[in-house]
């Protein structure tokens, strides 16, 4: 499976492209940030964002995209900022039709460092052990896109019987699955 | 002056298209609300979100896109919604070269109403009678959406005056304006 990670932000958003199972070693194929200049006036960030995103799904044609979920302990100029640039993620792999994930962050910790409540530099540290790199991906927000995709494709299998027993549930009485 | 105003939601996105100039009276092009489904995932919400707006701005061709902007004081969840709605709106608009301007909800309810404080009965009373239609234009987020555009048309000139003399200072000091 290839999934492409995705820390929403306005001026910096955190990209990471990663394939495997699992239960078996997996490989980063591609990280990196789209950044969006501070003094632009909205609208052309948001197109420099689509431009950016459409350019790594191009590139990578990832089967799944995983975006963090956001939320609202951050203040909120920051939150919209946030919101928006997930929301043109999750248009162009919608529109892809690429099926769409969100984790939360404490998800994304627990996946890869096994507490939701570890830090930056911990979950910085995993990644580049779990992905064999020789240094923690620069920035964080790349790390953080890369924690993304190493969570979705952990999580999958269970998401994927979860939904195998609801379909199995409809069929069992009589609907569409 | 043609002018989209958007009145951003998921589940109901506001759109009204007036067209006039300050001083004269105006003219309702169209109003009504693009929907989406709030049991559908939200890339695909998204996406039927982009359609519904690129079919607005196709039919209309408006020159500038006024947006609502976002704001602090709603609950989060309302907030991301809107948020997102309206990231889709400004890129929709940015992508066509249609200049998008933000109004904060004070400035529409003064423009229309003479009362930062309006309610949405008032603003949808002066927003029938300045358009001359038979009745409040429903749903709220359809009146809504055409105050915007109407203060838009109302506050262009200042804006122009603005523009023109921050031109002027540049030309002035050797600059490009």
Do not use: Y
Request: aromatic content about 2%; some cysteine.
């Amino acid at each position: 499976m290839r999934v492409l990670g995705v820390d929403p932000g306005l001026t910096r958003c955190g990209i990471g492209v990663v394939e495997g199972v699992a239960g078996r070693p997996l490989t980063m194929l591609g990280v990196g940030v789209v950044r969006t200049p501070a003094d632009a006036d909205i609208g052309h960030r948001l197109v420099a964002m689509e431009r950016g995103i459409e350019e790594w799904l191009e590139t990578h044609r990832p089967e799944r995209v995983a975006v963090e979920r956001v939320f609202s302990q951050h203040n909120v100029r920051t939150v919209m900022g946030t919101a928006q640039a997930s929301a043109v993620a999750m248009l162009c792999a919608s529109r892809r039709g690429i099926p769409v994930t969100l984790h939360t962050p404490s998800e994304v910790k627990a996946a890869v460092t096994g507490s939701g409540r570890a830090d930056k530099a911990q979950v910085g540290a995993m990644v580049t052990r779990l992905l064999r790199l020789d240094a923690p991906p620069r920035p964080a927000d790349a790390a953080d896109a890369l924690a993304l995709a190493i969570c979705h494709i952990w999580r999958a299998p269970a998401q994927n019987r979860l939904q195998q027993a609801v379909a199995a549930h409809h069929a069992r009485k009589g609907h569409t699955a």
